[in-house]
């Protein structure tokens, strides 16, 4: 993984006249996500954007009857710890540093902008951890916006589909194909550029809805 972290860095830096570093972290470490605060302020000299996108999944139904076995506990703990409790860690953290940023003209300060799925809403079978992790996040973006817009700091989730590899969807016309990452990235330029888009929950999936 480090090396792969480290080839896009490469590339990036290569392609763009921004300075790009890689820094691994747990999300659920608090230690962790104030290196990678105190990291990011040192090369930059502040925090204005926060994209939070580690998640992990697991596929497993509620209950294997044929093996009378019932889902993990641990397993669904995990996913629900790294999917939520994570993505909180990051904000709860990363606000702390945007609040000491001095406000624009519109007396913004600073974006969170966290990545939830169309799994929140459309859930396949043996997603039931991860359909509430997302739905989650889904749920606590509002809150927390509240919580923040005083401060002059948005938050925004993105609820994207399938962005690469998925074989067992069943894409029926071109239009509702699966979605390339540098759409989802346009996604997170235009929502870190508009300060009107805020509290906001958004689908990037082509119309694309999941089956069971």
């Known amino acids: 993984r480090a090396y792969l972290h480290a080839g896009c860095v490469s590339l990036l830096s290569a392609n763009y006249i921004y300075f790009c570093f890689c820094f691994l972290i747990q999300v659920t470490s608090e230690s962790d996500v104030r290196s990678a605060a105190d990291l990011a302020k040192e090369k930059y000299g502040k925090v204005d954007l926060a994209v939070n996108c580690a998640g992990i999944a697991v596929a497993v139904k509620t209950y294997n009857f044929k093996k009378d076995l019932p889902h993990s506990l641990e397993g669904f703990t995990r996913v629900i710890t790294v999917n939520i409790a994570g993505k909180f860690n990051v904000i709860r953290l990363a606000v702390g540093e945007m609040g000491k940023n001095e406000p624009d003209a519109d007396g913004h300060r600073g974006c969170i902008i966290n990545t939830a799925s169309v799994a929140a809403y459309d859930v396949q079978v043996g997603q039931a951890a991860y359909s509430a992790s997302k739905g989650g996040i889904v749920g ?20 994207p589909g399938q962005l690469c590899l998925c074989s067992f969807l069943k894409i029926p016309s071109k239009l509702s194909r699966l979605g390339d990452p540098a759409e989802f990235a346009h996604l997170v330029t235009a929502i870190a550029e508009n300060p009107m888009i805020n509290g906001e929950v958004i689908r990037l999936d082509g119309a694309i809805r999941m089956q069971p």
């Open 140 to 159: 606590m973006t509002l809150p927390i916006d509240r919580d923040l817009a005083p401060l002059g700091i948005r938050v925004v989730t993105i609820a």
